[in-house]
Protein backbone atom coordinates (compact mmCIF):
# COMPACT_ATOMS: atom_id res chain seq x y z
CA UNK A 1 0.00 0.00 0.00
CA UNK A 2 1.71 3.06 -1.07
CA UNK A 3 1.27 6.59 1.17
CA UNK A 4 2.87 9.53 0.89
CA UNK A 5 2.67 12.76 3.55
CA UNK A 6 3.79 16.22 3.36
CA UNK A 7 5.45 18.35 6.02
CA UNK A 8 6.77 21.91 6.54
CA UNK A 9 5.60 25.04 7.43
CA UNK A 10 2.48 26.66 7.29
CA UNK A 11 3.27 29.89 7.32
CA UNK A 12 6.61 31.51 5.36
CA UNK A 13 7.20 35.07 4.99
CA UNK A 14 7.72 36.83 1.42
CA UNK A 15 11.32 36.14 0.75
CA UNK A 16 11.74 33.45 2.45
CA UNK A 17 12.58 29.96 1.12
CA UNK A 18 10.44 27.23 1.64
CA UNK A 19 11.19 23.43 2.18
CA UNK A 20 8.96 20.68 2.32
CA UNK A 21 9.42 17.21 2.80
CA UNK A 22 7.55 14.23 1.59
CA UNK A 23 7.66 10.79 3.63
CA UNK A 24 6.37 7.55 1.87
CA UNK A 25 5.79 4.13 2.28
CA UNK A 26 4.94 0.90 0.14
CA UNK A 27 7.52 1.91 -2.30
CA UNK A 28 11.67 2.23 -3.34
CA UNK A 29 12.86 5.19 -4.73
CA UNK A 30 15.51 3.24 -5.91
CA UNK A 31 13.15 0.92 -8.17
CA UNK A 32 13.41 1.17 -11.95
CA UNK A 33 10.83 3.55 -13.30
CA UNK A 34 9.81 4.96 -9.92
CA UNK A 35 9.30 8.92 -9.42
CA UNK A 36 8.07 11.42 -7.38
CA UNK A 37 7.07 14.19 -8.15
CA UNK A 38 5.81 17.83 -6.76
CA UNK A 39 1.89 19.54 -7.18
CA UNK A 40 0.62 22.84 -5.83
CA UNK A 41 -2.96 24.24 -5.74
CA UNK A 42 -3.39 27.58 -5.41
CA UNK A 43 -6.72 28.09 -3.54
CA UNK A 44 -9.54 27.90 -6.55
CA UNK A 45 -7.56 26.67 -9.07
CA UNK A 46 -5.91 24.18 -10.91
CA UNK A 47 -3.13 22.06 -10.03
CA UNK A 48 0.60 22.58 -11.13
CA UNK A 49 3.10 20.77 -11.57
CA UNK A 50 6.52 21.38 -10.21
CA UNK A 51 8.88 18.94 -9.97
CA UNK A 52 10.12 15.40 -10.25
CA UNK A 53 12.62 13.15 -8.82
CA UNK A 54 13.51 9.93 -10.63
CA UNK A 55 14.95 6.58 -9.48
CA UNK A 56 18.20 6.90 -11.04
CA UNK A 57 18.62 10.45 -9.70
CA UNK A 58 17.22 12.38 -13.03
CA UNK A 59 14.79 15.45 -12.37
CA UNK A 60 12.70 17.37 -14.02
CA UNK A 61 11.21 20.95 -13.30
CA UNK A 62 8.64 23.60 -14.28
CA UNK A 63 10.30 25.73 -16.29
CA UNK A 64 8.86 28.73 -15.08
CA UNK A 65 10.16 28.04 -11.88
CA UNK A 66 13.09 26.13 -12.32
CA UNK A 67 15.53 28.84 -10.63
CA UNK A 68 13.67 28.66 -7.97
CA UNK A 69 13.38 24.83 -6.87
CA UNK A 70 15.84 22.17 -5.90
CA UNK A 71 14.11 18.50 -5.30
CA UNK A 72 16.24 15.78 -3.38
CA UNK A 73 15.69 12.35 -2.59
CA UNK A 74 17.19 10.02 0.59
CA UNK A 75 16.49 6.81 -0.61
CA UNK A 76 17.29 5.56 3.04
CA UNK A 77 14.97 7.79 4.56
CA UNK A 78 11.77 7.56 1.78
CA UNK A 79 12.01 10.96 1.51
CA UNK A 80 11.96 13.61 -1.03
CA UNK A 81 12.37 17.39 -0.25
CA UNK A 82 11.47 20.33 -2.17
CA UNK A 83 13.02 23.49 -1.47
CA UNK A 84 11.80 26.64 -3.41
CA UNK A 85 13.43 30.27 -2.94
CA UNK A 86 12.09 33.50 -2.71
CA UNK A 87 9.26 32.67 -1.30
CA UNK A 88 5.90 35.17 -2.61
CA UNK A 89 2.36 35.12 -1.55
CA UNK A 90 1.07 34.12 -5.29
CA UNK A 91 3.18 31.15 -4.01
CA UNK A 92 0.40 30.48 -1.62
CA UNK A 93 -1.30 26.66 -2.11
CA UNK A 94 -1.81 23.31 -1.11
CA UNK A 95 1.32 21.62 -1.85
CA UNK A 96 1.29 17.67 -2.56
CA UNK A 97 3.89 15.48 -3.11
CA UNK A 98 2.70 12.50 -5.61
CA UNK A 99 3.62 8.69 -6.69
CA UNK A 100 4.91 8.91 -10.16
CA UNK A 101 4.08 5.85 -12.30
CA UNK A 102 3.35 4.54 -16.25
CA UNK A 103 5.55 5.02 -19.04
CA UNK A 104 6.46 7.87 -21.24
CA UNK A 105 6.70 10.93 -18.69
CA UNK A 106 4.22 8.97 -16.09
CA UNK A 107 1.08 9.95 -14.37
CA UNK A 108 0.84 10.55 -10.52
CA UNK A 109 -1.12 7.77 -9.19
CA UNK A 110 -0.77 7.88 -5.27
CA UNK A 111 -1.28 11.66 -4.09
CA UNK A 112 -0.12 12.91 -0.08
CA UNK A 113 -3.11 14.72 2.06
CA UNK A 114 -1.39 18.06 0.94
CA UNK A 115 -0.10 20.63 2.98
CA UNK A 116 -1.33 24.39 3.05
CA UNK A 117 1.28 27.05 2.36
CA UNK A 118 0.80 30.62 3.21
CA UNK A 119 2.85 33.29 2.08
CA UNK A 120 2.72 36.66 4.57
CA UNK A 121 4.14 38.74 6.22
CA UNK B 1 4.67 25.02 -23.44
CA UNK B 2 1.89 22.69 -24.13
CA UNK B 3 -1.95 23.96 -22.92
CA UNK B 4 -4.49 22.28 -22.25
CA UNK B 5 -8.25 23.59 -22.09
CA UNK B 6 -10.68 21.93 -21.02
CA UNK B 7 -14.68 22.70 -21.72
CA UNK B 8 -17.30 23.33 -20.17
CA UNK B 9 -15.93 24.80 -17.07
CA UNK B 10 -18.90 23.81 -15.33
CA UNK B 11 -21.63 21.12 -16.13
CA UNK B 12 -24.91 21.00 -14.27
CA UNK B 13 -26.55 17.57 -14.37
CA UNK B 14 -28.65 15.54 -12.21
CA UNK B 15 -28.13 11.70 -11.20
CA UNK B 16 -28.52 9.24 -13.81
CA UNK B 17 -27.28 11.56 -16.69
CA UNK B 18 -24.69 10.99 -19.40
CA UNK B 19 -22.01 13.56 -18.92
CA UNK B 20 -18.96 14.19 -21.31
CA UNK B 21 -15.94 16.92 -20.56
CA UNK B 22 -13.49 17.88 -23.34
CA UNK B 23 -10.23 18.75 -23.00
CA UNK B 24 -7.88 19.81 -25.95
CA UNK B 25 -3.98 19.80 -26.06
CA UNK B 26 -2.18 22.68 -27.96
CA UNK B 27 -0.19 20.35 -29.46
CA UNK B 28 -0.31 16.60 -30.04
CA UNK B 29 0.25 14.45 -26.69
CA UNK B 30 -0.22 11.04 -28.53
CA UNK B 31 -2.48 9.40 -26.17
CA UNK B 32 -0.31 10.48 -22.77
CA UNK B 33 -3.47 12.02 -20.90
CA UNK B 34 -4.65 11.42 -17.48
CA UNK B 35 -7.98 12.07 -16.15
CA UNK B 36 -8.58 12.98 -12.29
CA UNK B 37 -11.49 13.65 -9.64
CA UNK B 38 -10.85 15.77 -7.49
CA UNK B 39 -13.33 16.79 -4.11
CA UNK B 40 -13.28 19.45 -1.63
CA UNK B 41 -9.98 19.69 0.78
CA UNK B 42 -9.16 16.30 -0.73
CA UNK B 43 -5.85 15.61 -2.87
CA UNK B 44 -6.90 15.00 -7.10
CA UNK B 45 -7.68 10.99 -7.43
CA UNK B 46 -6.56 9.18 -10.38
CA UNK B 47 -9.47 7.59 -12.98
CA UNK B 48 -7.95 7.36 -16.14
CA UNK B 49 -4.60 7.27 -17.62
CA UNK B 50 -2.93 7.00 -21.29
CA UNK B 51 -6.74 8.81 -22.47
CA UNK B 52 -8.86 5.31 -22.38
CA UNK B 53 -7.32 2.74 -19.52
CA UNK B 54 -9.44 3.14 -16.20
CA UNK B 55 -7.55 3.06 -13.22
CA UNK B 56 -8.04 -0.23 -10.96
CA UNK B 57 -10.88 0.17 -8.27
CA UNK B 58 -12.80 2.99 -10.81
CA UNK B 59 -16.10 2.52 -11.37
CA UNK B 60 -17.10 1.67 -15.45
CA UNK B 61 -19.23 4.13 -15.76
CA UNK B 62 -15.84 6.23 -16.51
CA UNK B 63 -14.23 6.03 -19.83
CA UNK B 64 -12.00 7.60 -21.96
CA UNK B 65 -11.50 8.52 -25.31
CA UNK B 66 -9.36 10.47 -27.93
CA UNK B 67 -5.86 10.90 -29.12
CA UNK B 68 -3.20 13.51 -30.64
CA UNK B 69 -4.98 16.70 -29.39
CA UNK B 70 -8.90 16.28 -28.13
CA UNK B 71 -9.77 14.10 -25.76
CA UNK B 72 -13.05 13.41 -23.43
CA UNK B 73 -13.99 11.67 -20.10
CA UNK B 74 -17.70 10.39 -20.32
CA UNK B 75 -19.66 9.55 -17.10
CA UNK B 76 -22.76 7.09 -18.39
CA UNK B 77 -24.61 7.86 -15.56
CA UNK B 78 -23.67 10.27 -12.83
CA UNK B 79 -23.58 8.59 -9.59
CA UNK B 80 -24.48 11.14 -6.26
CA UNK B 81 -20.61 10.22 -5.16
CA UNK B 82 -19.47 11.89 -9.08
CA UNK B 83 -20.34 15.28 -8.21
CA UNK B 84 -16.65 16.92 -8.20
CA UNK B 85 -14.12 18.87 -10.21
CA UNK B 86 -12.40 17.18 -12.92
CA UNK B 87 -9.00 17.79 -14.45
CA UNK B 88 -7.70 16.29 -17.18
CA UNK B 89 -3.55 16.23 -17.20
CA UNK B 90 -0.57 15.80 -20.47
CA UNK B 91 2.14 13.87 -19.69
CA UNK B 92 4.17 13.95 -23.22
CA UNK B 93 6.22 17.04 -21.89
CA UNK B 94 6.20 17.87 -18.36
CA UNK B 95 3.38 18.09 -16.65
CA UNK B 96 0.30 20.10 -17.18
CA UNK B 97 -3.18 20.29 -16.07
CA UNK B 98 -6.66 21.76 -17.73
CA UNK B 99 -8.37 24.38 -15.75
CA UNK B 100 -10.81 21.75 -14.27
CA UNK B 101 -14.59 21.03 -15.16
CA UNK B 102 -17.03 21.14 -11.84
CA UNK B 103 -19.77 18.59 -12.22
CA UNK B 104 -22.72 20.44 -10.13
CA UNK B 105 -25.85 19.11 -9.35
CA UNK B 106 -28.51 20.66 -11.46
Known amino acids: QITLKESGPTLVKPTQTLTLACSFS??????????VGWIRQPPGKAPEWLAV???????RYSPSLKSRLTITKDTSKNQVVLTMTNMDPVDTATYYC?????????????WGQGTLVTVSS | DIQMTQSPSTLSASVGDRVAITCRAS??????LAWYQQKPGKAPKLLMY???TLESGVPSRFSGSGSGTEFTLTISSLQPDDFATYYC????????FGQGTKVEIK
Open chain 1, 53 to 59: IYWGDEK
Open chain 1, 98 to 110: AHRRGNWGGFFDH
Open chain 2, 50 to 52: KAS
Open chain 2, 27 to 32: QSINNW
Open chain 1, 26 to 35: GFSLSTDGVG
Open chain 2, 89 to 96: QQYSSYWT
